[in-house]
């Protein structure tokens, strides 16, 4: 059975670095996509953007570029979101989603359980 | 960007039919997918491809689009349906994926 397992939950200040992981099992990892997604408290879903983790080609959403960092590792079948400078505006839930099949537009069926990431001084 | 509406909130009594739209600039020409989520969970996928519904999820659930709307319709509401529901296509002119901003539905 696919799926993901995200790391656990996060409590940091303003301006530290943080990177969270999502590792898949249970399927071949190299030929899916993984997506992040953020839920800011009470909020909708937010697309951040998408990382393939054979070649790791990255697609972000304007609105996170150059705010995070999607990157993946496939020897140990783990992505991972990145933070250099956090904010409070970074307080959210982020979800790794895989796609139900291996183009990079297809419905993601695939949830990671989600990591809580709270930023506050 | 490429934005999708959606209205916040609907409300449906049991066993009526919900419909929950979803507004885009001729979405009737792209892929919709829809999800589900509940308080607490992460979103489960409903519909994906307009129309189609993965293995577990009823026969209840349908999509449809045409124009400028998709719309999610569940027929023989029951309260274990009220949930958050997101509406996502993939906008082939930025080569990004997009979330409408949510409908809460409540079963009375």
């Known amino acids: 059975e696919a799926q993901l397992v995200q790391s656990g939950a996060e409590v940091k200040k303003p301006g530290e670095s943080l990177r969270i992981s999502c590792e898949g099992s249970?399927?071949?990892?190299?030929?899916?996509?993984i997506g992040w997604v953020r839920q800011r408290p009470g909020k909708g879903l937010e697309w951040m953007g998408l990382?393939?983790?054979?070649?790791?080609?990255?697609k972000y959403s304007p609105s996170f570029q150059g705010q995070v960092i999607i990157s993946a590792d496939k020897s140990i079948r783990t992505a991972y979101l990145q933070w250099n400078n956090l904010k409070a505006s970074d307080t959210a839930m982020y979800y790794c989603?895989?796609?139900?099949?291996?183009?990079?537009?297809?419905?993601?069926?695939?949830w990671g359980q989600g990591t809580m990431v709270t930023v506050s001084s | 960007s490429y934005v999708l509406t959606q209205p916040p909130s609907v409300s449906v009594a049991p066993g009526k039919t919900a419909t929950i739209t979803c507004g885009g600039d001729?979405?009737?020409?792209?892929?919709v997918h829809w999800y589900q989520q509940k308080p607490g969970q992460a979103p489960v996928m409903v519909i994906y491809?307009?129309?189609d519904r993965p293995s577990g999820i009823p026969e209840r659930f349908s999509g449809s689009h045409s124009g400028n709307t998709a719309t999610l319709t569940i027929s023989r509401v029951d309260a274990g349906d009220e949930a958050d529901y997101y509406c996502?296509?993939?906008?082939?002119?930025?080569?990004?994926?997009?979330f409408g901003g949510g409908t809460k539905l409540t079963v009375l």
């Open positions: 990382i393939h983790p054979g070649d790791s080609d990255t």
């Open positions: 491809y307009d129309n």
């Open positions: 989603a895989r796609p139900y099949f291996v183009a990079r537009h297809d419905a993601f069926n695939i």
């Open positions: 996502q296509v993939w906008h082939t002119g930025s080569d990004l994926g997009v």
């Open positions: 249970g399927y071949s990892f190299t030929n899916f996509w």
């Open positions: 001729n979405i009737g020409t792209k892929s």
